[in-house]
């Protein structure tokens, strides 16, 4: 099983609507949590970090279950630019090892 | 600040040759990573630094693969002989232990031909 895992998409999103996705960890003692964004051909970039309380970002709404151990990012109101890969990130102990998923592929479309 | 700085952004490369990647971190950052990034496998960690010191190269692929740190300001990842299997994107990050999560470089895309 794979430390961090991710639904690969493509999760194809008219414009305006909201869009949900999921990210599993297999660590049960991992501690920091992050959302990053890629677009095509660029490198990452990190959109939010996910705390156990949740947190939002304009559109973007990150939330932390901890008993089944997964991620969410939950974006509202998509928009065209809105389209990537989205990266979730576990740092499972000292800093520095963090396990990137495989993305989750969001296309948002007119 | 610049951000983190890579060279070169494109390499085309014979099987074979040598390859040298670099990196500057953000000024300030303690911590710097290099990963590469394919298709197939998405983004592995490679080596990472922590003031200057491997902490942790368990993801370097085989001895073909060397990366240094000779001062806080630069990181080289080299490749002696380089493969066709080498062909990727490497990207360097730099970060503060703070819980804030790294910051990439553009990347180098190498092809081994």
């Known amino acids: 099983r794979k430390e961090v895992e991710q639904d690969p998409g493509p999760f194809n999103v008219p414009e305006g609507a909201t869009v949900a996705f999921n990210c599993t960890y297999s660590?049960?003692?991992?501690?920091?949590f992050f959302w990053y964004r890629q677009d095509c051909r660029k490198e990452p970039k990190l959109l939010m970090s996910v705390y156990s309380s949740g947190n939002e970002d304009g559109r973007f709404t990150a939330q932390l279950n901890r008993a089944s151990q997964y991620i969410s990012l939950l974006i509202r109101d998509s928009k065209l630019s809105d389209s990537a890969t989205y990266l979730c990130v576990v740092n499972n102990d000292s800093w520095g090892k963090f396990q990137f998923g495989a993305g989750t592929q969001v296309v948002v479309t007119p | 600040d610049a951000g983190v700085i890579q060279s070169p952004r494109h390499e085309v490369t014979e099987m074979g040759q040598e390859v040298t990647l670099r990196c500057k971190p953000i000024s300030g950052h303690d911590y710097l990573f290099w990963y590469r990034q394919t298709m197939m496998r998405g983004l592995e960690l490679l080596i990472y630094f922590n003031n200057n010191v491997p902490i942790d190269d368990s993801g370097m692929p085989e001895d073909r693969f060397s990366a240094k740190m000779p001062n806080a300001s630069f990181s080289t990842l080299k490749i002696q002989p380089s493969e066709p299997r080498d062909s990727a994107v490497y990207f360097c990050a730099s970060s503060l232990a703070d819980g804030e999560g790294y910051t990439f470089g553009s990347g180098t895309r190498l092809t081994v031909v």
């Open positions: 660590n049960s003692a991992s501690q920091s």
